[in-house]
């Protein structure tokens, strides 16, 4: 079992950035990937960013490309997200993610969710 606790959500203006976090803890060697999605009311959870455990790859949707940076910290078990330049339409609820198996956009790969973090844009 791999457990994940998100921190680091809250209300921000339009413009302004926060960093997310996601420590992993429990059977974290078994992790090959981990992804952090969002939900906004009403609305299917959505890909948002993943990254590669051991080579740190990554992979974004489009819509942040550019404003959120993925980033990890082995030693840590910790994986981040930067969000800069955020947007009323970021407002959501963050959740982190792992996977043991491979790098993906859906939500039903994963096999470890953590229990989520607010992010709120404010026009």
């Known amino acids: 079992q791999v457990q994940l606790v998100e921190t680091g959500g809250g209300l921000v203006q339009a413009g302004g950035s926060l960093t997310l976090s996601c420590v992993a803890s429990?059977?974290?060697?078994?992790?090959?990937?981990m992804g952090w999605f969002r939900q906004a009311p009403e609305k299917e959870r959505e890909f948002v960013a993943a990254?590669?455990?051991?080579?740190?790859?990554?992979y974004y949707t489009d819509a942040v490309k550019g404003r959120f940076t993925i980033s990890r910290d082995n030693a840590k078990n910790t994986m981040y997200l930067q969000m800069n330049n955020l947007k009323p339409e970021d407002t959501a609820v963050y959740f982190c993610?792992?996977?043991?198996?491979?790098?993906?956009?859906?939500?039903?790969?994963?096999?470890?969710w953590g229990q989520g973090t607010q992010v709120t844009v404010s026009s």
């Open positions: 993610a792992a996977n043991q198996r491979l790098i993906s956009y859906t939500p039903t790969f994963y096999d470890y």
């Open positions: 429990g059977r974290t060697f078994s992790i090959y990937a």
């Open positions: 990254i590669t455990w051991t080579f740190g790859n990554t």
